[in-house]
């Protein structure tokens, strides 16, 4: 059994002393390699009614088949979305200071993966401004009321917009309960601080709180009830201390925390495109009879090649043994050894012709010549002729197999 250290950060949230601003967000920047797989919903998002009072949506793995499930890749491994809740706000602290009055709810999204590694949890935190707008989030509208808005969504709209998926994110240790014992488990946490706006936050309360009675649901009528409290999956326990880790200055802050742009690591596009090293990536044999289940790739991406030793591999096995020829050198190689073929050709052509003249003259058939051979060709002997074939037919050959 293990515990999670009396120092570093533990417990979830963590609580934050600090004013947020953009350029202090920026100063702890880090690339992170992070890409999502997101699963599309052709239904109007819902509660789940059966956890009507802990403000879970019917997604995660519970309510995906097997083959439209959400799927995380963070730092190399795999993760899978488990649940997503609506909740009182956990991350107030950590946004900017002209919308903190307005935070009113925060959205958990959990990822988990059965892999043996340090991190096994990846939770993304994104706190709801209720704040006027032209641009209500799209899946929280959806939400509210019951509706698609004209074709299927996922729960990607949950995120911020595009070019405000910047994050705060820091590791931190969790107790699990696992067999009647608390075991000390690492979560990572992304804090999405530009946060998502819905403009009648309290829209949701109706249909978070809803009933079944009898046949149909009935929503709550009471819109002042506060939003449940955050639970994280799989027992996982949030706080353990009286006092939650605290960020009281720039130093904690610098050493704890760290940010990163979802919009590069996700997408791909426009000025934030990341660039990484191949040392930062393996290479892992897929064998589709071993690695692929009920539609279901898993592999274990702690085994495998790095990157940058198989293209290594794959540079000294495409470079020829003798040394590697620029292109240029081969094509004027290629060009003499053409130029030579021709004169070569056009040397036995002549030579063939003037024997065959001296032969018909000797018969008495012809007496002039089929070809005007030079007088040079005609004094020279048979040995200068055949060694200058032997000559250029050599240089050919050697050309062809150097």
């Known amino acids: 059994m293990s515990i999670c250290p009396n120092t570093g950060v533990r417990d979830f949230p963590i609580r934050n002393l600090v004013k947020v601003t953009d350029t202090l967000v920026s100063g702890i920047n880090e690339s992170f390699m992070l890409s999502t797989q997101w699963e599309q919903r052709s239904t109007a998002p819902q509660f789940d009614i059966a956890n009507n009072?802990?403000?879970?949506?019917?997604?995660?793995t519970k309510y995906s088949s097997g083959t439209n499930v959400t799927t995380l890749r963070f730092q190399g491994n795999s993760y899978t979305l488990q649940s997503v809740q609506i909740c009182t706000p956990q991350h107030k602290d950590f946004v900017l200071e002209a919308d903190k009055p307005n935070v009113m709810a925060e959205v958990l999204l959990c990822f988990s993966t059965p892999s043996e590694i340090a991190e096994k949890y990846?939770?993304?935190?994104?706190?709801?401004?209720?704040?006027?707008?032209?641009?209500?989030?799209?899946?929280?509208?959806?939400?509210?009321?019951?509706?698609?808005?004209?074709g299927p969504i996922s729960l990607e709209t949950l995120l911020p917009p595009r070019d405000k998926q910047v994050f705060i994110s820091y590791s931190t240790c969790l107790s699990q309960l696992q067999g009647g014992k608390s075991v000390a488990t690492q979560a990572r946490v992304l804090v999405f601080y530009k946060s998502i706006v819905f403009p009648n936050i309290k829209s949701l309360i109706g249909p978070l709180y809803a009933t079944r009675q009898f046949n149909r649901i009935v929503k709550e009528s009471n819109l002042n009830r506060p939003f449940p409290a955050p639970v994280l999956p799989n027992l996982l326990?949030?706080?353990?201390?009286?006092?939650?880790?605290?960020?009281?200055?720039?130093?904690?802050?610098?050493?704890?925390?760290?940010?990163?742009?979802?919009?590069?690591?996700l997408y791909g596009t426009g000025v934030d495109v990341r660039e990484d090293t191949t040392s930062a990536y393996k290479c892992t044999p897929l064998n589709p009879d071993v690695h692929i289940s009920n539609n279901i790739i898993k592999?274990?991406?702690?085994?495998g090649e790095p990157l940058i030793s198989v293209l290594e591999k794959r540079k000294t096995e495409l470079q020829p043994t003798g040394g590697a020829a620029?292109?240029?050198?081969?094509?004027?190689?290629?060009?003499?050894?053409?130029?030579?073929?021709?004169?070569?050709?056009?040397i036995i052509l002549s030579i063939l012709a003037y024997l065959?003249?001296?032969?018909?003259?000797?018969?008495?058939?012809?007496?002039?010549?089929?070809?005007?051979?030079?007088?040079?060709?005609?004094?020279?002997?048979?040995?200068?002729?055949?060694?200058?074939?032997?000559?250029?037919f050599g240089f050919g050959l050697g050309l062809y197999f150097r």
């Open 53 to 60: 009072d802990k403000g879970f949506l019917q997604e995660g």
């Open 299 to 303: 592999i274990d991406t702690q085994k």
């Open 122 to 150: 990846v939770i993304f935190c994104v706190p709801v401004l209720n704040s006027a707008t032209t641009t209500p989030n799209i899946y929280l509208t959806a939400l509210a009321n019951d509706r698609l808005p004209g």
């Open 326 to 346: 620029s292109v240029s050198s081969s094509q004027i190689e290629n060009l003499v050894a053409a130029a030579i073929g021709i004169t070569l050709g056009i």
């Open 237 to 265: 326990k949030l706080s353990t201390m009286a006092i939650p880790f605290t960020i009281d200055n720039e130093t904690s802050w610098n050493s704890f925390l760290r940010s990163g742009n979802a919009r590069s690591d």
């Open 356 to 392: 065959l003249s001296r032969l018909v003259a000797k018969e008495g058939s012809y007496t002039g010549d089929w070809f005007q051979i030079p007088d040079w060709v005609k004094s020279g002997s048979p040995i200068l002729v055949v060694s200058l074939f032997v000559g250029f």
